[in-house]
Nanobody
């Protein structure tokens, strides 16, 4: 059984940092892409960043480039999203997900296995 379990998140002031973690079991990150998505109530879930476990390719949404860094430790089957210089508009529920294929712009329809979501709140 595939499971994706997230940790991290919380409340931080604008300009602060948080790190989200994603633990996958029942699959090997060597063969999967990990994506990070976020959703604000009333809005669609949007792709934030992705990393290919096969070759390390990454994708970042324009809104988070130069502030967020995605990484993975395939030996531990873990992925991370380091979020720096956080802004109030980054406030959302963040999700980690796994896909068996790479899509250049992190297309949400590729992702089959989802974490439980974690709240990130950035105060101004």
């Amino acid at each position: 059984e595939v499971q994706v379990v997230q940790s991290g998140g919380g409340l931080v002031q604008a300009g602060g940092s948080l790190r989200l973690s994603c633990a996958a079991s029942g699959l090997s990150l060597d063969d999967y892409t990990i994506g990070w998505f976020r959703q604000v109530p009333g809005n669609k879930r949007e792709g934030v960043s992705c990393i290919s476990g096969v070759d390390g390719r990454t994708y970042y949404a324009d809104s988070v480039k130069s502030r967020f860094t995605v990484s993975s430790d395939n030996a531990k089957n873990m992925a991370y999203l380091q979020m720096n210089n956080l802004k109030p508009e980054d406030t959302a529920v963040y999700y980690c997900a796994a896909a068996a294929v790479w899509g250049r712009t992190c297309p949400i329809e590729y992702f089959s296995f989802w974490g439980q979501g974690t709240q990130v709140t950035v105060s101004s």
